[in-house]
């Protein structure tokens, strides 16, 4: 017979959200790293900015302000790499950079280049994205199933309230299932 004990889910954030564009969704992942604290406390004013700028090799969105310590170095970017760069060098003029091509530039980020994210889903949308409204940013939930439970011939078994019994009948082979009333097997 078959078990089971209790039933639930638990949701867990994490690091991945969707981009809801007028072509589509794109998902992007976060890294770890310190930048997140930066999209977590900005993440309103990201989601109404609009198309800063944009070339062969970026776009960028923005600006917003934030507490971003930058430097003036170049860094080497590859496509899909999301960065939090400052324009003109000023962290009041934070932007969302969206790497399209392989490619070396100077966009005011930290030392360590001021890679925030990955695109890793939707990425046929990218294309003709150009020019278009910020998308909206809805967070990516988890669920994790919390059912307990387990198959056994214990007959012995006692049996505690909400359990569920799951059976299959040798006669007619038909599925039953018995809601446990008693703290025992009758």
Do not use: C
């Not at 310190?34 to 977590?40: A, K, P, S, Y």
């Not at 496509?79 to 969206?98: H, K, P, S, Y």
């Amino acid at each position: 017979m078959g078990v089971v004990k209790g039933r639930g889910e638990k949701s867990r954030q994490t690091n991945s959200y969707w981009l809801n564009t007028t072509k589509g969704k794109l998902r992007i992942e976060l890294l770890e790293n310190e930048l997140q604290g930066i999209w977590h406390e900005n993440l309103d004013r990201i989601q109404g900015s609009r198309v800063r700028w944009s070339s062969a090799d970026a776009i960028a969105f923005g600006p917003f302000a934030s507490n971003l310590s930058f430097g003036r170095d170049a860094h080497e970017y590859n496509r899909w790499e999301i960065v939090l760069g400052a324009a003109g060098f000023d962290a009041e003029n934070t932007q969302l950079i969206f790497v399209q091509r392989r490619h070396t530039a100077a966009y005011g980020t930290p030392p360590d280049g001021g890679v925030l994210a990955h695109v890793v889903g939707g990425r046929i949308l990218w294309t003709g994205w150009r020019r278009r409204q910020d998308p909206g940013i809805e967070p990516i939930v988890e669920w994790q199933d919390l059912t307990e439970k387990l198959a056994t011939r214990d007959l012995t078994l006692l049996l505690e309230e909400g359990m569920e019994i799951y059976t299959v009948s040798r006669q007619n082979s038909l599925r039953m299932r018995h809601w446990a009333r008693n703290s025992s097997w009758p």
